[in-house]
Protein backbone atom coordinates (compact mmCIF):
# COMPACT_ATOMS: atom_id res chain seq x y z
CA UNK A 1 0.00 0.00 0.00
CA UNK A 2 1.50 3.43 -0.95
CA UNK A 3 2.02 6.30 1.56
CA UNK A 4 2.35 9.73 1.19
CA UNK A 5 5.65 11.26 1.04
CA UNK A 6 7.20 12.77 4.07
CA UNK A 7 7.86 16.63 4.75
CA UNK A 8 11.29 15.26 4.67
CA UNK A 9 11.44 13.46 1.68
CA UNK A 10 9.56 16.31 -0.37
CA UNK A 11 12.23 19.12 1.13
CA UNK A 12 15.45 16.27 0.35
CA UNK A 13 13.80 16.16 -3.34
CA UNK A 14 13.94 19.95 -3.56
CA UNK A 15 17.38 20.60 -2.17
CA UNK A 16 18.76 18.10 -5.55
CA UNK A 17 16.30 20.23 -7.48
CA UNK A 18 18.20 21.61 -10.58
CA UNK A 19 17.42 24.91 -9.51
CA UNK A 20 18.75 25.28 -6.49
CA UNK A 21 22.19 26.31 -5.74
CA UNK A 22 25.56 24.17 -6.87
CA UNK A 23 22.95 21.69 -8.09
CA UNK A 24 24.11 22.19 -11.83
CA UNK A 25 27.71 20.24 -11.44
CA UNK A 26 26.61 16.95 -12.98
CA UNK A 27 25.86 19.31 -16.04
CA UNK A 28 29.11 21.18 -16.05
CA UNK A 29 30.96 17.21 -14.95
CA UNK A 30 29.36 16.26 -18.08
CA UNK A 31 32.04 17.68 -20.37
CA UNK A 32 34.77 15.64 -18.03
CA UNK A 33 32.62 12.58 -18.07
CA UNK A 34 32.50 12.83 -22.21
CA UNK A 35 36.15 13.31 -22.32
CA UNK A 36 36.74 10.34 -20.20
CA UNK A 37 34.38 7.95 -22.26
CA UNK A 38 36.67 8.90 -25.41
CA UNK A 39 39.33 7.48 -23.62
CA UNK A 40 37.25 4.52 -22.84
CA UNK A 41 35.53 3.62 -25.80
CA UNK A 42 38.93 3.94 -27.90
CA UNK A 43 40.86 1.82 -24.89
CA UNK A 44 37.93 -0.84 -25.33
CA UNK A 45 38.36 -1.61 -29.40
CA UNK A 46 41.80 -1.41 -29.23
CA UNK A 47 41.69 -4.44 -27.04
CA UNK A 48 39.04 -5.89 -29.45
CA UNK A 49 40.83 -5.10 -32.33
CA UNK A 50 44.00 -7.12 -30.27
CA UNK A 51 41.19 -9.66 -30.63
CA UNK A 52 40.87 -9.40 -34.46
CA UNK A 53 44.57 -9.89 -34.83
CA UNK A 54 44.95 -12.72 -32.62
CA UNK A 55 42.24 -14.31 -34.28
CA UNK A 56 43.69 -13.62 -37.45
CA UNK A 57 47.32 -14.88 -36.47
CA UNK A 58 45.70 -18.31 -35.65
CA UNK A 59 43.42 -18.69 -38.42
CA UNK A 60 46.78 -18.25 -40.60
CA UNK A 61 48.73 -20.28 -37.64
CA UNK A 62 46.14 -23.26 -37.84
CA UNK A 63 46.05 -23.27 -42.36
CA UNK A 64 50.04 -23.55 -42.28
CA UNK A 65 49.90 -26.49 -39.49
CA UNK A 66 47.51 -28.36 -41.46
CA UNK A 67 48.42 -27.41 -45.28
CA UNK A 68 51.10 -30.15 -45.54
CA UNK A 69 49.19 -32.67 -43.88
CA UNK A 70 46.18 -31.97 -46.18
CA UNK A 71 48.16 -32.30 -49.39
CA UNK A 72 49.79 -35.16 -48.47
CA UNK A 73 46.83 -36.82 -47.74
CA UNK A 74 45.36 -40.21 -49.41
CA UNK A 75 42.38 -37.76 -50.92
CA UNK A 76 42.35 -36.84 -54.22
CA UNK A 77 40.00 -35.08 -56.68
CA UNK A 78 37.31 -32.93 -55.98
CA UNK A 79 37.37 -34.07 -52.48
CA UNK A 80 41.16 -33.01 -51.89
CA UNK A 81 40.24 -30.13 -52.99
CA UNK A 82 37.45 -29.54 -50.66
CA UNK A 83 39.79 -29.81 -48.28
CA UNK A 84 42.09 -27.51 -49.31
CA UNK A 85 39.68 -25.27 -50.08
CA UNK A 86 39.20 -24.99 -46.09
CA UNK A 87 42.74 -24.45 -45.59
CA UNK A 88 42.85 -21.24 -48.33
CA UNK A 89 39.41 -19.68 -46.82
CA UNK A 90 40.96 -19.32 -43.37
CA UNK A 91 43.86 -17.47 -44.84
CA UNK A 92 41.58 -15.17 -46.45
CA UNK A 93 39.55 -14.95 -43.48
CA UNK A 94 42.62 -14.43 -41.37
CA UNK A 95 43.81 -10.97 -43.74
CA UNK A 96 40.18 -9.93 -43.28
CA UNK A 97 40.67 -9.91 -39.58
CA UNK A 98 43.83 -8.48 -39.59
CA UNK A 99 42.12 -5.42 -41.96
CA UNK A 100 39.86 -5.13 -39.04
CA UNK A 101 42.02 -4.65 -36.29
CA UNK A 102 43.91 -2.20 -38.38
CA UNK A 103 40.70 -0.45 -39.28
CA UNK A 104 39.98 -0.78 -35.48
CA UNK A 105 43.34 1.47 -34.54
CA UNK A 106 44.28 3.38 -37.68
CA UNK A 107 40.52 4.85 -38.46
CA UNK A 108 38.17 4.27 -35.61
CA UNK A 109 40.49 5.17 -33.00
CA UNK A 110 42.21 7.70 -34.38
CA UNK A 111 38.97 10.00 -35.56
CA UNK A 112 38.00 9.64 -31.88
CA UNK A 113 41.47 10.55 -30.35
CA UNK A 114 41.18 13.69 -33.14
CA UNK A 115 37.78 14.60 -32.46
CA UNK A 116 38.46 14.73 -28.53
CA UNK A 117 41.51 17.02 -29.27
CA UNK A 118 39.55 19.49 -31.39
CA UNK A 119 36.69 19.22 -29.05
CA UNK A 120 38.35 19.43 -25.34
CA UNK A 121 40.40 22.04 -24.48
CA UNK A 122 42.38 21.51 -21.58
CA UNK A 123 42.91 24.33 -18.96
CA UNK A 124 47.01 24.72 -17.98
CA UNK A 125 45.91 23.76 -14.08
CA UNK A 126 43.53 21.36 -15.03
CA UNK A 127 39.59 20.60 -15.85
CA UNK A 128 38.44 22.08 -19.63
CA UNK A 129 37.47 25.01 -20.60
CA UNK A 130 34.40 24.03 -22.11
CA UNK A 131 33.35 23.22 -18.59
CA UNK A 132 34.70 26.32 -16.93
CA UNK A 133 32.65 28.28 -19.30
CA UNK A 134 29.51 26.44 -18.35
CA UNK A 135 30.45 26.46 -14.75
CA UNK A 136 31.29 30.36 -14.92
CA UNK A 137 27.52 31.08 -16.80
CA UNK A 138 25.48 28.94 -13.51
CA UNK A 139 27.60 30.38 -11.20
CA UNK A 140 26.87 34.08 -12.31
CA UNK A 141 22.83 33.51 -13.13
CA UNK A 142 22.90 31.81 -9.62
CA UNK A 143 24.60 34.52 -7.56
CA UNK A 144 21.71 36.87 -6.90
CA UNK A 145 19.57 33.96 -6.53
CA UNK A 146 21.35 32.50 -4.22
CA UNK A 147 21.52 35.68 -1.83
CA UNK A 148 17.66 35.96 -2.19
CA UNK A 149 17.29 32.43 -1.08
CA UNK A 150 20.11 33.11 1.83
CA UNK A 151 17.88 35.88 2.92
CA UNK A 152 14.73 34.60 2.28
CA UNK A 153 15.99 31.06 4.70
CA UNK A 154 17.25 34.01 6.98
CA UNK A 155 13.83 35.52 7.92
CA UNK A 156 11.66 31.71 7.56
CA UNK A 157 13.54 30.82 10.28
CA UNK A 158 12.50 33.76 12.23
CA UNK A 159 9.43 33.24 11.64
CA UNK A 160 9.09 29.85 12.42
CA UNK A 161 11.80 30.71 15.93
CA UNK A 162 9.05 33.74 16.49
CA UNK A 163 5.89 30.81 15.79
CA UNK A 164 7.23 28.59 18.37
CA UNK A 165 7.89 31.13 20.46
CA UNK A 166 3.75 32.40 20.11
CA UNK A 167 3.00 28.68 20.47
CA UNK A 168 4.49 28.62 24.31
CA UNK A 169 3.01 31.84 24.86
CA UNK A 170 -0.62 30.57 24.05
CA UNK A 171 -0.19 27.42 25.80
CA UNK A 172 0.97 29.46 29.05
CA UNK A 173 -2.32 31.35 28.73
CA UNK A 174 -4.41 29.25 28.24
CA UNK A 175 -2.95 26.90 31.32
CA UNK A 176 -3.14 30.15 33.62
CA UNK A 177 -6.83 31.23 32.88
CA UNK A 178 -9.40 30.41 35.52
CA UNK A 179 -6.56 27.99 37.31
CA UNK A 180 -6.82 29.08 40.86
CA UNK A 181 -3.37 28.03 41.49
CA UNK A 182 -2.25 30.97 39.28
CA UNK A 183 -2.56 34.63 41.25
CA UNK A 184 -4.28 37.44 39.33
CA UNK A 185 -1.62 39.32 38.75
CA UNK A 186 0.91 36.64 37.32
CA UNK A 187 -2.26 35.52 35.02
CA UNK A 188 -2.20 39.06 33.73
CA UNK A 189 1.84 39.42 32.74
CA UNK A 190 1.67 35.83 31.03
CA UNK A 191 -1.28 37.50 29.18
CA UNK A 192 0.53 40.56 28.36
CA UNK A 193 3.49 38.39 27.18
CA UNK A 194 1.13 36.66 24.63
CA UNK A 195 -0.18 39.59 23.46
CA UNK A 196 3.92 40.84 22.82
CA UNK A 197 4.92 37.67 21.17
CA UNK A 198 2.20 37.81 18.74
CA UNK A 199 2.83 41.10 18.02
CA UNK A 200 6.33 40.34 17.27
CA UNK A 201 5.01 37.42 15.40
CA UNK A 202 2.88 39.57 13.03
CA UNK A 203 5.56 41.60 12.07
CA UNK A 204 8.37 38.65 11.16
CA UNK A 205 5.40 37.24 9.53
CA UNK A 206 4.91 40.31 7.10
CA UNK A 207 8.60 40.65 6.24
CA UNK A 208 8.57 36.84 5.70
CA UNK A 209 6.05 36.74 2.85
CA UNK A 210 7.65 40.54 1.97
CA UNK A 211 10.89 38.83 0.96
CA UNK A 212 8.97 36.00 -0.22
CA UNK A 213 7.31 38.02 -2.88
CA UNK A 214 11.10 39.60 -3.56
CA UNK A 215 11.94 35.91 -4.08
CA UNK A 216 9.00 34.66 -6.13
CA UNK A 217 9.23 38.05 -8.27
CA UNK A 218 12.70 36.95 -9.62
CA UNK A 219 12.30 33.79 -10.24
CA UNK A 220 10.91 34.01 -14.25
CA UNK A 221 14.87 35.97 -14.57
CA UNK A 222 16.55 33.84 -12.74
CA UNK A 223 14.91 30.51 -14.38
CA UNK A 224 15.14 32.73 -17.94
CA UNK A 225 18.90 32.71 -17.43
CA UNK A 226 19.63 29.38 -15.66
CA UNK A 227 17.49 27.74 -19.11
CA UNK A 228 20.23 30.07 -21.83
CA UNK A 229 23.16 28.34 -19.91
CA UNK A 230 21.76 24.85 -19.39
CA UNK A 231 20.69 25.05 -23.31
CA UNK A 232 24.16 26.18 -24.06
CA UNK A 233 25.20 22.78 -22.55
CA UNK A 234 22.51 20.44 -23.97
CA UNK A 235 24.01 21.92 -27.11
CA UNK A 236 27.41 20.89 -26.70
CA UNK A 237 26.39 17.60 -25.26
CA UNK A 238 24.29 16.64 -28.08
CA UNK A 239 27.18 17.28 -30.82
CA UNK A 240 29.20 14.60 -28.21
CA UNK A 241 26.53 12.30 -28.86
CA UNK A 242 26.00 12.70 -32.65
CA UNK A 243 29.71 11.99 -33.31
CA UNK A 244 30.20 9.07 -31.00
CA UNK A 245 26.79 7.78 -32.46
CA UNK A 246 28.50 7.98 -36.07
CA UNK A 247 31.63 6.48 -34.51
CA UNK A 248 29.92 3.39 -32.82
CA UNK A 249 28.42 2.99 -36.27
CA UNK A 250 31.95 3.26 -37.83
CA UNK A 251 32.99 0.66 -35.41
CA UNK A 252 30.22 -1.77 -36.47
CA UNK A 253 30.31 -1.24 -39.98
CA UNK A 254 34.13 -2.78 -39.35
CA UNK A 255 33.10 -5.68 -37.43
CA UNK A 256 29.78 -6.03 -39.12
CA UNK A 257 30.97 -9.09 -41.46
CA UNK A 258 27.74 -10.63 -42.54
CA UNK A 259 27.38 -7.48 -44.65
CA UNK A 260 30.80 -8.35 -45.88
CA UNK A 261 31.20 -9.00 -49.57
CA UNK A 262 34.57 -10.62 -49.27
CA UNK A 263 33.55 -12.96 -46.49
CA UNK A 264 30.51 -13.90 -48.54
CA UNK A 265 32.71 -14.47 -51.41
CA UNK A 266 34.65 -17.33 -49.40
CA UNK A 267 32.14 -18.99 -48.00
CA UNK A 268 30.30 -18.99 -51.54
CA UNK A 269 33.13 -20.62 -52.69
CA UNK A 270 33.48 -22.89 -50.26
CA UNK A 271 30.32 -23.90 -50.47
CA UNK A 272 30.46 -24.56 -53.95
CA UNK A 273 33.42 -26.42 -53.95
CA UNK A 274 32.12 -28.72 -51.31
CA UNK A 275 29.31 -28.88 -53.53
CA UNK A 276 31.08 -29.50 -56.67
CA UNK A 277 32.96 -32.81 -55.07
CA UNK A 278 31.84 -35.66 -57.66
CA UNK A 279 32.51 -39.52 -56.92
CA UNK A 280 31.75 -40.08 -60.70
CA UNK A 281 34.60 -37.94 -61.77
CA UNK A 282 36.73 -38.83 -58.54
CA UNK A 283 36.83 -42.54 -59.48
CA UNK A 284 37.22 -41.39 -63.31
CA UNK A 285 40.34 -39.64 -62.42
CA UNK A 286 41.57 -42.62 -59.63
CA UNK A 287 41.41 -45.07 -62.87
CA UNK A 288 43.03 -42.89 -65.43
CA UNK A 289 46.05 -42.19 -62.92
CA UNK A 290 46.30 -45.57 -60.98
CA UNK A 291 43.91 -48.03 -62.59
CA UNK A 292 43.63 -49.50 -66.53
CA UNK A 293 42.84 -45.76 -67.53
CA UNK A 294 46.51 -45.29 -67.38
CA UNK A 295 48.51 -44.41 -70.16
CA UNK A 296 51.11 -46.96 -70.84
CA UNK A 297 53.93 -48.20 -73.28
CA UNK A 298 52.72 -50.94 -75.08
CA UNK A 299 55.64 -53.63 -75.98
CA UNK A 300 55.88 -53.00 -80.12
CA UNK A 301 59.05 -53.55 -82.54
CA UNK A 302 61.90 -51.28 -82.32
CA UNK A 303 64.36 -51.03 -85.12
CA UNK A 304 68.22 -51.18 -84.14
CA UNK A 305 70.20 -48.03 -85.09
CA UNK A 306 73.80 -47.25 -85.06
CA UNK A 307 74.62 -45.02 -83.18
CA UNK A 308 76.56 -42.11 -85.41
CA UNK A 309 80.36 -40.94 -84.06
CA UNK A 310 79.62 -36.88 -83.38
CA UNK A 311 80.42 -34.33 -81.25
CA UNK A 312 80.12 -34.80 -77.48
CA UNK A 313 77.91 -31.66 -77.57
CA UNK A 314 75.42 -33.33 -80.42
CA UNK A 315 75.57 -36.32 -78.69
CA UNK A 316 74.48 -34.93 -75.59
CA UNK A 317 71.89 -33.23 -77.34
CA UNK A 318 70.63 -36.42 -78.99
CA UNK A 319 70.15 -37.97 -76.13
CA UNK A 320 67.89 -35.62 -74.63
CA UNK A 321 65.62 -35.75 -77.68
CA UNK A 322 65.18 -39.61 -76.83
CA UNK A 323 64.39 -38.79 -73.73
CA UNK A 324 62.16 -36.51 -74.62
CA UNK A 325 60.63 -39.04 -77.37
CA UNK A 326 60.40 -41.89 -74.32
CA UNK A 327 57.90 -39.11 -72.33
CA UNK A 328 55.92 -38.77 -74.82
CA UNK A 329 54.95 -42.13 -75.03
CA UNK A 330 53.41 -41.78 -71.45
CA UNK A 331 52.26 -37.69 -71.35
CA UNK A 332 53.95 -35.12 -71.82
CA UNK A 333 54.94 -32.50 -69.12
CA UNK A 334 53.35 -28.92 -69.87
CA UNK A 335 53.67 -25.86 -67.40
CA UNK A 336 50.63 -23.40 -67.22
CA UNK A 337 51.22 -19.87 -68.56
CA UNK A 338 47.60 -18.40 -67.32
CA UNK A 339 45.18 -19.23 -64.78
CA UNK A 340 42.35 -21.45 -66.05
CA UNK A 341 38.95 -22.18 -64.42
CA UNK A 342 36.90 -24.93 -66.28
CA UNK A 343 33.26 -24.47 -67.78
CA UNK A 344 32.36 -27.74 -67.97
CA UNK A 345 32.52 -30.74 -66.08
CA UNK A 346 34.69 -32.54 -68.59
CA UNK A 347 37.27 -29.21 -68.55
CA UNK A 348 40.48 -29.36 -66.57
CA UNK A 349 41.07 -26.58 -64.65
CA UNK A 350 44.76 -24.86 -63.16
CA UNK A 351 46.58 -22.26 -61.95
CA UNK A 352 49.36 -20.41 -63.85
CA UNK A 353 52.46 -22.30 -63.08
CA UNK A 354 51.25 -25.45 -62.26
CA UNK A 355 52.95 -28.81 -63.93
CA UNK A 356 50.56 -31.66 -65.09
CA UNK A 357 50.90 -34.26 -68.30
CA UNK A 358 49.54 -33.67 -71.88
CA UNK A 359 48.23 -37.20 -72.85
CA UNK A 360 46.55 -36.17 -76.38
CA UNK A 361 47.81 -33.79 -78.50
CA UNK A 362 45.95 -30.39 -79.61
CA UNK A 363 42.57 -31.38 -82.12
CA UNK A 364 41.17 -28.58 -84.90
CA UNK A 365 39.99 -26.84 -81.80
CA UNK A 366 43.00 -25.63 -80.35
CA UNK A 367 41.79 -27.87 -76.92
CA UNK A 368 44.35 -30.46 -75.83
CA UNK A 369 43.40 -33.29 -73.11
CA UNK A 370 45.33 -33.21 -69.77
CA UNK A 371 45.77 -34.88 -66.32
CA UNK A 372 46.87 -33.48 -62.93
CA UNK A 373 49.02 -34.75 -60.24
CA UNK A 374 45.66 -35.38 -58.25
CA UNK A 375 44.10 -37.72 -61.28
CA UNK A 376 41.62 -35.05 -62.86
CA UNK A 377 41.92 -35.58 -66.37
CA UNK A 378 39.95 -32.67 -68.60
CA UNK A 379 40.43 -30.81 -71.57
CA UNK A 380 42.20 -27.62 -71.47
CA UNK A 381 43.06 -24.94 -74.23
CA UNK A 382 46.39 -25.33 -76.23
CA UNK A 383 48.00 -21.64 -75.91
CA UNK A 384 47.25 -22.08 -72.30
CA UNK A 385 50.43 -23.80 -71.40
CA UNK A 386 54.19 -24.48 -72.76
CA UNK A 387 56.03 -27.52 -72.81
CA UNK A 388 58.58 -28.02 -69.83
Known amino acids: MSTLPSENSIEDASNRSFWMPGNYQP ?8 FQACNDIVACFQERARVERQYAQQLSEWSTKWKPV ?21 DRLASLHASICRSLVSEDGDQVRTWQKDSFHKKLFGGFKESQDIETGFTRAQKPWAKR ?3 LDKVRRAYQKVS ?3 HAARERDLHAQGNPDVAIDKQKKIQEDRELVQQEAEKVRARYEKVLEEV ?7 MEEMESIFDQSQDEERKRIVFLKQALLSIHKHL ?11 YNELHNTLMSIDEHEDL ?27 KKGKKEVEKKGTIEKSVMIGGVKVRALYDYLGQETDELSFKAGEE ?3 IEDEDDQGWCRGINDGGCEGLYPANYVEVV
Not at 27 to 34: C, G, I, M, P, W
Not at 70 to 79: A, N
Not at 216 to 222: D, H, L, T
Open 149 to 151: LKK
Open 70 to 90: VDSSPLYGSLLKAWQCFLSSA
Open 216 to 222: NRYVPRY
Open 27 to 34: TVKRTEDA
Open 256 to 266: DITNNESVRAV
Open 356 to 358: FLK
Open 284 to 310: RCWKNTYGPGMPTDWPHFQEWIPEKKT
Open 164 to 166: RKE
